[in-house]
């Protein structure tokens, strides 16, 4: 029988990340069964665990949020990985877990109650054109003045960047209830030197209706985001990030760099509800 869990993921302290809900057992579930569980529950993505193909692969996962199939998010796959391990998951690894989805294999490092899955390469980066930034921008309404650089930021969801020049520019921001299907849309900005926190951040997207949905927590965008930062320059070793201020949330999420060049993106991870029988 199907079960469902309930993680908050990148929360600061006890429920202020971003919730995930995770179907387990879920082969049975064709793709229309679980978007329409997906927009049910109204989450920003619900993700089903089935059994691997890749022989690499400690579990596959589909994850789904109200527009359609992601081929990867982040917060996603740290809750998935959490549920997965309280379910009983054994990797082959105790170390590193190594996540089947649609952009191929994710390995995730538990430390305690922190897990970080490595930065699946951008499938797209380099900057917007003038069109796309100014588009961006409309639809995010940003005032062109505040951005300091736009760039494409996409590893499955097709993220465009707008780094502006403060965090406290990134909060300013008010967006339109409304944008077209498939509008992916990120904002960061560095806080002041010497600030716990680096850089905040804000994601935007679409549902299937064409509201414009503020994200509270988002592994995906703070991935790209960290390679964009590193590889610029803007931000060295490792660093601590915000997201989710505007939406009621209080996400940490933690960025490094490690010597082979590969980033990691960190965050804690808690069980909510366990154990919910799907009819």
Not at 51 to 66: E, K, M, N, S
Not at 245 to 270: E, F, L, S
Request: aromatic residues 6%.
């Amino acid at each position: 029988m199907m079960k469902l869990d309930l993680v908050d993921v990148f929360g600061a302290d006890g429920n202020t990340g971003n919730p995930l809900a995770v179907v387990h057992d879920a082969a049975a579930m064709d793709a229309d069964a679980m978007l329409a569980l997906t927009r049910w529950l109204g989450f920003s993505e619900t993700t089903f665990l089935i059994p691997a193909t890749d022989p690499g692969a400690d579990y596959q996962v589909r994850i789904f949020y109200p527009a359609g199939e992601l081929p990867f998010a982040g917060h996603p796959t740290l809750g998935t990985c959490h549920a997965w391990l309280e379910a009983g998951g054994v990797p082959r690894d105790p170390a590193l877990i190594v996540q089947q989805c649609g952009a191929g294999l994710v390995p995730i490092a538990r430390d305690g109650e922190m897990l970080s899955f490595r930065a699946p390469p951008l499938i797209r980066s380099g900057r917007l054109s003038d069109t796309e930034r100014a588009e961006a921008a409309r639809l995010a309404n940003v005032p062109a003045e505040a951005i300091v650089d736009a760039v494409h930021a996409n590893n499955g969801p097709g993220w465009q960047l707008l780094r502006l020049r403060t965090a406290a520019d990134v909060l300013a921001v008010d967006p339109p209830a409304r944008a077209p299907v498939g509008t992916d849309i990120g904002l960061v900005g560095p806080h002041p030197d010497g600030s716990d926190i680096a850089f905040e951040l804000r994601a935007f997207f679409t549902d299937g209706n064409g509201r414009l949905v503020e994200d509270p927590v988002t592994g995906s965008l703070n991935a790209a985001t960290a390679q964009y930062l590193f590889e610029a320059g803007l931000a060295q070793g490792s660093y601590t990030a915000a997201q989710g201020r505007m939406t009621g949330c209080d996400g940490r999420v933690a960025a490094r760099i490690n010597a082979d060049g590969h980033v990691w993106i960190g965050g804690r991870t808690a069980t909510v509800a366990r154990g919910a029988s799907l009819a």
